[in-house]
């Protein structure tokens, strides 16, 4: 019940708590990261907020590009020197900040133009398909006789092609 | 009181096209006949004529008539037998539209009967004269000619002591011979009597068999319950009508005269049904004592008591007879005077009151009829019976049952028992209402009547006032009802239509479209119709309503599921019925090739070759058609159109593509029903795969930072 209401709630604390200890646990084991991380997914943070879809694809289109753009730095900080003051330096440089936002703004940019591609491209298939399938008909229909467009079921009984078509 | 119009498919206002009108000239003359005269004798040239061959041996010349040789609904023509010249012939024209009796017709063909003309053959053929075929008979010529008209030359001479040897012997033996095997003559009469050798020592019966029993008698010859009827109504009767009108001929032979020629025939009637036949139709003619009880013996009123043909045999034959005694009916003492006539018993009262109806309905609720008959010996049951008739009608005043024919034929029951049947302008008896609906039907245009009276029941309202049936009229009453059982069916095959025909095996076809061909066997229907495929509307169906009946009631098939199929309001199937009984004849009949017909029903079968739904199937059959018209084969085309296994195919492969154009249209409607939904969706798979792109391509950039820096 109590997971129900959390849910109904619209905030899942399980989660909450989850990414809490994970901060806490960066915090101390790993600050530097932490440092850089926090700024550097910042978009991801504020797509999270505006997405709502159930799935949550803007989140992970932005995420994933995000990602990209933070990752380089991180690397770099693992590698050269893992310090509060290396992450200083990478977050206070406008170029770093700019490449971080600018892969998630491509990310953003992804999670805008494809759907309308897709969708385009389906319903592209879709016509093909019914062309196809009204073409199969007419062609039953010539063969067969309009009758053969008349069914008994009365609730479900179709026009013939010729006149659907009109 | 309410009288209803029967409702019946034809109303028969006209005659059918094609069929030529009777010469009623001809047909009139047995009422106007005295019984003596013969009819017309003057030479007669027809401006159209020519010699028709029938039977492909018999040259019937006709413009030769033989007026010696006529029957009242009969014309004679002279005839040359082509493969015997020395056989002597001639030939009967039947009127069209007159019943020829062809049971006795095709008995005559197989079987011989001493005492009467020999049929030698039949055939309808196209009879130029009426610009029509017509049924034509040869008989034997008579080389001693009429009887009467040698008696009128004095040539011969029959004296009272010659009427039981030469007369009534010879003629007793016809009737007998006739009667033991196809039914009695019903034509006899002085002008229908010859003399088969030149020496004039053989006499024989006329002809019989162009008309129905009775149909060519005059009244006088008619024992008074069939001569108060109509004459197309007396009906078969049996030998004991013939054994009459054998007294009432050797009554007119031995006098040399008709003894009621001068009697109006309304007072004819009258007289017998008061006094009896015999006192009426003698007169007051003194005939020879020897002959007195025979005759009043054989023209007893009485069917039970007259003379049979071993009783007159007994006469002749001077063995001890059993003559009947004269007996007087009841009659009032005071006459009761309805319409200026005065009646002292209650037939003829049943008799005039059929004529005025109206009048005879007012006259039995008066108090003059109450009281005459109150004093009628035991008039007080009779009375009972009139005024619960009366009462009933007054219960049905809305129905047919209120209607004064209804009542007056009620009472004519009552009065009358031994009348015949009587409503409305109609009087038959019940043997005798085939002949009845086909003249009415066939000559004067108008069945109505007669079809109405069979609606109503008006039999057997008839028969329940019998107090007994005899067989012959038990057979009659189950005739009747079968007649009313198909009448109450309205589909081809049955209804009015079905009625004439079944109850008149020598009626022709009165199709329009065949009635010029004069069809009266079910072999010539399909040369018929052949015939008539060169001129009819083609678009028009071969089978109508009284073909349809026709064959029903003269094929001797089983052809219930053809009518069944031709009734059918579907029409594709009912025209596969037209088909399948017209192929079926054809292959029973084994009828040659019909081109004209074949033709004529391929061009119909459009509605049954798209039963079909297969276009390759259809377009196949469209191809096939005209190569099975040329064979003139219905039967062919009835196989290749009604293939069992073809139509199984095209039935189940019709199902498969209705289920494979449904599926199609579920997926249409599917797809395209969908709108929102399919967009929202569209665009839901958009943003997945942006995502998917997107992770795909963090993942590959993380991998190969990765990768770079570990080497």
Redesign the interface.
Known sequence: MAVQNATQGGRDWSKVLGMGTVMVLLAIFSLPTLIVLLPGMLPTGVAKVCDR?D?R??T??????N??GV??YL?KLW?DDHSINAAANIISDIFSILVMYSAAGF?WM??M????????F??VL?QR??TF??S??ED??????P???M?DDADSK?APVANKRR | MAEEPLETEETGTDLPDGLVPPDEDALESADDSDGLMPPHKEPESSGRGGPVLLRERYLVDSGARLPEFDQPSAKAYAVEDRRDLANKVFALVCTPGVPVRMDDIIAFRTMDFPGVLALIEWEVVPWPPLGQSAMVIVYEKPLGGRVIDRLRRKDVRITEYDVPRRLTEPLIEGLQALNDKIGPHRALRPDNLYYLDADMQEMVLGPHVTAPPGFDQPPDFEPIDRATCQREGRGTGDIRDDVFALGVTIIHIVTGYNPVAKVKPENLIHQRLENGSYTALCGNTRLPLPLIEPLRSMLADDPSVRWNHTEVNNWVTGQKTNPVKKTSSPRAEVPFRFRKREHLTLATLAWHFAQHPSDAVRAVQSDDFVNWIKRYPEGSATLESIRGAVQTAKFHTESYQGSDYFLVSKLSNILDPTAPIRYKDLAFMPDGFGTLLAIHWGLKGDPQEAAQLLAHDIPTLWFTTREKLSRPLLDAQKNIAKLKSLLAINDPGYGLERVVYESNRGFACMSPLIAKSNVVVIEQLLPALELAANSADTSSRPIDRHIAAFIAARFDQDIHPHLKALASPKEDTSIIGMLSLLAFLQWKLRAPSMLALTSWVGGLLGPAINAYHNRHTRDQLEKEIPRLVRKGSLPEIFNMIDDAEKRQEDGEGFRAAQEEWLQAEEEIRDIEGAGEERLTKAERSGQQAAATISIMLGLTVVSILLVMEIM
């Open positions: 879809t799935q694809y803007a992970f289109c932005v995420g994933g590009l990602l990209c990752f380089p690397l590698t990310g992804m999670f133009a494809i759907p309308p591609v897709v969708s385009a389906l319903t879709a398909r019914v399938l009204r199969l008909q039953i229909v010539t063969e067969w006789g009758e053969v467009s069914i179709p």
